[in-house]
């Protein structure tokens, strides 16, 4: 399984955007990258998923290099609401793949 | 159209104890995913229900059971609990064992407490 590393926090300031890195020096040919957000005392929530290049939903940006050796998730914008604690996972894009595994995340603190 | 979800969401047992912890997967979904959360930790697997079988199992003792029902919901049961076990306890739910393109939908868990 391929490890990710996050930094553990980071802070930021409302209106600001938010770039996390997420490590992943041995994904495979067949890992995608998935990024979920969490808020306390609920269950982890989808954000967004790629596999290279660029991939951008309603809320967020994903930039995936050549290498895919890393992955930046990108916030635009953040509010006092944001935050949350964010984890990077990758998995197997395979029907039959392995249960996504997650790290200890990292934890976003957005001030006013 | 539901989500994912849990019952109940809150419990207090003793030590020794034996508790079941229950999921509805989102509608839709085949595959039914549990972890436990402990304070200030990711979410750790502990196993996963495809096709009322368990697939895959992460590194929990036999302690930790499960099962998956026809309608594709799904229990977990602990057996002789231990301080340790108290922590948040996630379902998620997925369309083919969570792959790409069907990410892993999470309900808002169960909190167990063992005194």
């Known amino acids: 399984l391929a490890k990710t590393t996050q930094p553990i926090s980071m802070d930021s300031y409302e209106g600001q955007e938010v770039n996390i890195t997420c490590s992943h020096n041995n994904i495979a040919t067949n890992d995608y990258i998935t990024w979920y957000q969490q808020f306390p005392s609920q269950g982890p929530r989808f954000i967004i998923q790629g596999y290279k290049t660029k991939v951008t939903n309603e809320v967020a940006s994903l930039f995936i290099p050549a290498d895919r050796k890393s992955s930046t998730l990108s916030l635009p914008r953040v509010s006092l609401s944001d935050t949350a604690v964010y984890y990077c996972?990758?998995?197997?894009?395979?029907?039959?793949?392995?249960?996504?595994?997650f790290g200890k995340g990292t934890t976003l603190s957005v001030s006013s | 159209d539901a989500g994912v979800t849990q019952s109940p969401t809150h419990l207090i047992k003793t030590r020794g104890q034996q508790v079941t912890l229950r999921c509805s997967p989102k509608s839709g979904h085949d595959t039914v995913s549990w972890y436990q959360q402990a304070l200030g930790q990711g979410p750790q697997f502990i196993f996963q229900?495809?096709?009322?079988?368990?697939?895959q199992r992460g590194n929990f003792p036999d302690r930790f059971s499960g099962h998956q029902f026809p309608n594709y919901s799904s229990e977990l049961n602990v057996n002789a609990l231990l301080l340790g076990d108290s922590a948040l306890y996630l379902c998620?739910?997925?369309?083919?064992?969570?792959?790409?393109?069907?990410?892993?939908?999470f309900g808002n868990g169960t909190r167990l407490t063992v005194t």
């Open positions: 998620a739910s997925s369309l083919g064992r969570g792959s790409y393109n069907s990410p892993l939908h």
């Open positions: 996972l990758v998995g197997d894009m395979d029907q039959a793949g392995t249960a996504l595994i």
């Open positions: 229900y495809y096709e009322e079988e368990e697939r």
